[in-house]
């Protein structure tokens, strides 16, 4: 009977030390990711869209300046002297049959003349449309002034002040060939320039 009291006695002392003894673990509380509100987004945005409008301002510039520099080459083939700057501002342009519109072959040859009528500000120019032999005087005519307009058009169009550039139409009365074959047409459908003030010392862009 002893014995069994103090087997009780020691099971109850044990158990007793066991709960007191144990420590809980501690709790961890995670706390809820931030979520951007609504003012960081928009400047996200912003930020998004002028890096974007930077890049297309970069690309720009740089095509601009490639035109410019290819501008430059061609008429440093040329030769420096004011006489080689004349040529490229004399250099035709031809039209399609019973059309007045720039051809985009042509359009480089106009921006050359660009660079030159802005590199030398007193310089004044004419243009001067022409037909082939076919249609009436009249039409030609016509036909003539719209080619030159088309060509001034497009240099005004470019930055050139319009005084600077005259017009004027031959029609059909100057074909640069005689010939009545497609050959000589397409030849004779052109614009000519001509330095008409402040061509004595032409200098390159």
């Known amino acids: 009977m002893k014995r069994s009291l103090q087997l009780v006695l020691a099971g109850l002392l044990t158990a007793g030390v066991v709960a007191c003894g144990g420590k809980s673990a501690p709790t961890t509380t995670v706390a809820p990711a931030a979520q951007p509100n609504a003012d960081s987004l928009a400047a996200a ?16 510039e740089a095509a601009e300046r490639l035109a410019q520099q290819r501008t430059a080459d061609s008429l440093a083939a040329l030769g420096r002297t004011a006489e080689a700057v004349r ?3 004399a250099t035709m342009v031809h039209f399609d049959f019973d059309k ?30 022409h037909c082939d032999e076919r249609g009436s005087d009249e039409y030609n005519l016509a036909l ?5 307009t088309s ?24 074909p640069l060939d005689p010939g009545h074959t497609e050959d000589s047409w397409s030849k004779n459908r052109r614009d ?14």
């Open 87 to 89: 040529t490229m501002l």
């Open 144 to 148: 003539g002034n719209r080619r030159a």
């Open 151 to 174: 060509a001034k058009q497009y240099l005004v169009s470019h930055g050139i002040d319009a005084g600077r550039i005259e017009t004027q139409s031959f029609g059909k009365e100057r």
């Open 192 to 205: 000519e320039f001509e330095v008409v003030s402040g061509g004595d010392a032409l200098r390159q862009p």
């Open 100 to 129: 007045s519109n720039i051809r985009p072959d042509d359009a480089g040859i106009l921006d050359q003349k660009v660079a030159i009528l802005r590199a030398n500000g007193g310089a004044k120019i004419r243009i001067a449309g």
């Open 45 to 60: 945005e912003k930020a998004r869209a002028d890096s974007i409008a930077a890049a297309q301002a970069a690309e720009r």
